[in-house]
């Protein structure tokens, strides 16, 4: 077994050893040992992705440094969006760091990227020490998944705002992971919430033959839109866990709103597509169309229209063949990217010129963009979904397969 597997091992077992809270702190404290580095520091992403919370790592941690980094322009943005380990020289003292060399390696699981592990070495780290860094930041985003379970601690560091009921409520309905990398697809999606929640949500699962993807927006604001939109996801997570198709799950969503939803109603979409053949099925309850890129062209995606859900519908929703072809990119949104104040954000001029960009750092230009125009002052919230196709058999991954 090599060097630095023997020492992945161990960190490992230390970590397990340890309580949740202080997952971060071991692996710093054993890649000082290991490899002579000081400053050894785990760093997380903010909800929005716009900043990093440093977490202590027991590693003379604190002097000269700020819990919160803004990530636009820095070197963490680099490394998040090329998913690379950088390496640079380091500043003295006066820059917070001891003379050396700084090391930041992305810390991502399946495409969703968690933060950023950064350290300082003496010596210009070698192939082995970066492979071993590497691994150790690669560990840190099975840690931080695992551990997350237990502790508020990383929630906290999502967190770079104070949040509402509301949003409290909201955030707890978006899946676990913002992005995910599943071979035949990669997803991602961002919600932009606006000063007075609106009732957005998406979800996506797999199983083993199918990918599910789900976006919604529950009229109203506030805590009664995210009452209804808790109704949604329950009803659509309920009938999608219990191995029902999509018209079973539209009918489980406009059932929950109409009988629940005290008169409310929501606009939705539902996306299923076949893993082993590629086929597509789609059902539109009166949301916006999609935007698809295929070839170098956006062009808006048309479906036949039913009504949102809580709206009396006798035939019920249809369920439509959706038109997919490998190297596609799908992008899902609600009237919050399109809204009156946004007019002067061109979506398909974006998802063109995007169309290098992984599906996480996509919908995060998107929402940028988009606070750019509205002046961060956002009517409604705005949710964005980026879907790549890849094909049926494919098992594209991040440049570091992380």
Request: glycine letters at 8%; aromatic letters at 4%.
């Amino acid at each position: 077994m090599a060097e630095q597997d023997v020492a992945l091992e161990h960190l490992l077992a230390a970590v397990e050893q340890a309580p949740p809270v202080e997952s971060s702190a071991v692996i710093g404290r054993i890649l000082a040992e290991q490899l002579d580095a000081s400053d050894v520091c785990f760093m997380l992403t903010d909800f929005a992705g716009d900043s990093l919370w440093r977490l202590p790592a027991e590693v003379r941690f604190g002097e000269g440094k700020n819990d919160r980094e803004e990530l636009s322009g820095s070197l963490y943005d680099q490394v998040i969006s090329s998913q690379r380990l950088l390496v640079t020289e380091s500043p003295g003292p006066a820059g917070g760091f001891d003379p050396g060399w700084r090391v930041v390696a992305p810390v991502t699981n399946r495409g969703d990227a968690i933060g950023v592990l950064e350290l300082t070495m003496r010596e210009r780290p070698g192939e082995r020490q970066r492979m071993h860094v590497a691994q150790a930041a690669h560990a840190m985003a099975y840690i931080v998944v695992a551990n997350r379970r237990f502790t508020d601690l990383y929630e906290w560091g999502r967190r770079s705002v104070p949040v509402s009921l509301a949003a409290e409520i909201q955030h707890n309905l978006l899946p676990d992971a913002l992005s995910c990398e599943a071979g035949q697809a990669t997803i991602a999606g961002s919600l932009e919430p606006a000063g007075h929640i609106a009732g957005d949500t998406f979800d996506y699962s797999l199983d083993e033959h199918s990918l599910y993807i789900s976006i919604t927006d529950a009229m109203g604001h506030d805590v009664p839109a995210a009452m209804l939109a808790t109704l949604l996801v329950g009803a659509l997570r309920n009938a999608r866990r219990s191995r029902a198709g999509l018209a079973a799950q539209a009918r489980a969503a406009d059932r929950a709103v109409t009988d629940y939803g005290q008169d409310a109603t929501a606009t939705g979409q539902l996306l299923s597509i076949d893993l082993a053949t590629g086929r597509a099925l789609f059902v539109n309850a009166g949301h916006p169309w999609p935007l698809r890129l295929r070839d170098g062209r956006v062009t808006m995606i048309e479906p036949h229209i039913d009504p949102p859900f809580g709206v009396p519908n006798p035939d019920g929703h249809r369920v439509q063949d959706f038109d997919l072809a490998p190297g596609d990119r799908v992008v899902l949104l609600t009237d919050g990217m399109i809204e009156r104040t946004t007019t002067a954000l061109d979506l398909p001029a974006l998802i063109a010129d995007g169309s290098g960009l992984h599906p996480r750092e996509a919908v995060r230009s998107m929402t940028r963009a988009l606070h750019e125009v509205s002046g961060g002052e956002l009517r409604d919230d705005a949710t964005v979904i980026c879907l790549d196709w890849h094909g049926p058999g494919s098992s594209r991954r991040t440049p570091l397969d992380q």
